[in-house]
């Protein structure tokens, strides 16, 4: 009869240790919307398929030749003000071209003039368009394998890396 009557004592723990719980968890939901934690993940890069590919012409001391493709096959359309273009040596990993966006002209272009084209003039990359990077008069681009990586400036991530034989 005695060990029956001493059961009450169990109830009051788990009720103290579940209402502590309850508190720890909703301090900590308010805790996020009030400091703005939920709002700080920052811009989500877009989802895009791109291609690239080496150009038709095979690379010889001429100038103007086309170097490489990037074809966007699908996905989020991308508006190339918010883009860069890296390209890096394959086999050492050494950057070798930086692309940025040039909106008064319409088209990528690196400091020693090879420029990327073929993007029209409302400055979006949309599925089913072609970026032709193309030589200029001074720079001659040379063969070989590049990694060449896609940076969404915005939120920081790559919207696409891949390689491409030039030849």
């Not at 791109?50 to 086309?66: C, G, I, P």
């Not at 979006?124 to 060449?148: H, K, M, Q």
């Not at 939120?155 to 891949?162: E, I, K, L, P, T």
């Amino acid at each position: 009869m005695r060990l029956l009557k001493d059961t009450k004592g169990v109830s009051p723990v788990i009720g103290v240790i579940l209402m502590v719980a309850i508190t720890v968890i909703l301090a900590a939901v308010i805790g996020s919307f009030a400091f703005g934690f939920g709002q700080s993940m920052g811009t989500p890069a877009p989802n895009a398929q791109l291609v690239f590919s080496d150009a038709a012409d095979e690379l010889t001391s001429a100038y103007q030749q086309d170097i490489f493709y990037v074809d966007h096959m699908g996905g989020d359309t991308l508006s190339c003000k918010d883009l860069s273009v890296l390209v890096y040596r394959k086999q050492t990993g050494d950057k070798y071209k930086t692309f940025d966006y040039d909106e008064s002209n319409h088209y990528f272009y690196s400091s020693d003039g090879i420029t990327g084209s073929g993007m029209g003039s409302n400055d979006l990359f949309e599925p089913g368009e072609r970026i032709t990077f193309t030589e200029d008069n001074n720079t001659n681009w040379s063969a070989g394998t590049y990694t060449v990586k896609v940076l969404h400036i915005p939120s920081g991530n790559f919207v696409f890396v891949g390689d491409v034989v030039v030849r």
